[in-house]
């Protein structure tokens, strides 16, 4: 293989249900009634990442029809996730037809996970010397990063970063990446249903492993350990094992690596302005199928400014690319951004406010005088809006950015909150008595996600 090779895998699922929760507060609907912010968000990420990286090679794999051999090991195997949203079961069908249009392999095995496929793939790429990028949110990855294999992940700010063994190795604090294995065996996974260790959680598990190196270790010297944690830790014994083998990606699945298939190639475009049409992605068919067209590259129209990000918690983070059909409204862009975009095109009939014609106040409330400050006075609020900004769609695994409130029209405040768990979880704490005042009414849309991420960090929400 060339030096130059650039191989990347990509997370179907993961990458689906991302760009499909990007737009739930705004999903697009085309003509025919069909929610195509699925596909119209995986498309997005994936021109993204042919124009940014430009892969040499490229695949993309789905998780099969069926179980797969842990399904039938553990029948609780991911059975508490809610059950796939319709629109993304008609919409995963499109996706593979674009994936086929645009020329790239779809890699599915059947009784194996998209994980393990990809984690043999990246295995054996790793082996013979390419560079090879994962590229999925899913943080059990990072047990396959190697010289050669990376990972490529949403950032929290929006974008994407690399990881390689150094970056893993910082962000679970351990020595080995395999020991990704080791700390989701005794911590668990909440969003695969993997049970772990009962009351350890990921500041005990770093512990354990950087005095035992392993679990299969720890378990056999559990008698220097005391207390309540040798009894837990002794008494899970055989459940610590069973999560360490539910959170192995398995790296010998039987399928071979053909970087001949892998190679890039381009793109079917009659299929592509095909399916495009009948999807009504009007401005994506301007975007990616008439290259070189000098009046759509200098001339953006209003709703295709820049790509949203599919990895945050909410869409405040950039504003959209494509707009799906052009009777849909532009999705909410930066809360605290002056513009949200470059085009200063405007109808001499139009009855549209500027915000700078508002009469608005928006404030970053990011030091602890300027948070004092505004507790004092959201606790008179009779009515509160409020949102949480965090690092991903699943509540139960996502992790706050900041929190945003709203007590009158065109007033808002945001209050950000640093990476470390324990910092963020003492300005969460300041604002308790905010959310759990019962005298003002709590008013937000999809609530029940906000109050979820808030239960994880002690606060009850009421009201």
Partial sequence: MKTTDKLFLLDAYALIYRAYYAFIKNPRINSKGFNTSAVLGFVNTLEEVLKKENPTHIGVAFDPAGP?????AYEQYKAQREETPEAI????PIIKDIIRA???????VPGYEADDVIGTLATEAG?????????????????LVSDNVFMYRPKHSGGFEVMGVEEVKAKFDIRSTLQVIDMLGLMGDASDNIPGCPGVGEKTAQKLIAEFDSIENLLEHTDQLKGALKTKVETNREQILFSKFL????????VALDMHSLVREEPDEEELRKIFEELEFRT???RVLKKGNAASASSPS??????????AGTLFARPQTDTGSENNAPVQGDLFANSVGNWTGESENSNLARLETLDTDYQLIDTEEKRREIIQKLLTTEILAIDTETTGTEPMEAELVGMSFSDAENRAYYIPVPANREETLKIVNELRPVYENEKSMKVG???KYDMIVLWNYGVCVKG
């Fill in 102 to 108: 645009y020329r790239i392999p779809i890699l599915e």
């Fill in 445 to 447: 849309q999809n609530i």
């Fill in 302 to 311: 209003p709703a295709s400014v820049s790509a949203p990000d599919l990895f």
């Fill in 127 to 143: 082996r013979q010397g390419i560079a090879t990028y994962m590229m999925t949110p899913d943080k059990d990855y990072g047990q």
């Fill in 89 to 92: 079961r008609l919409s995963v």
């Fill in 247 to 254: 959170a192995t990606i398995k790296t010998d699945v039987p």
């Fill in 68 to 72: 797969t051999f842990r399904h039938e």
């Fill in 284 to 286: 994506l068919i301007d």
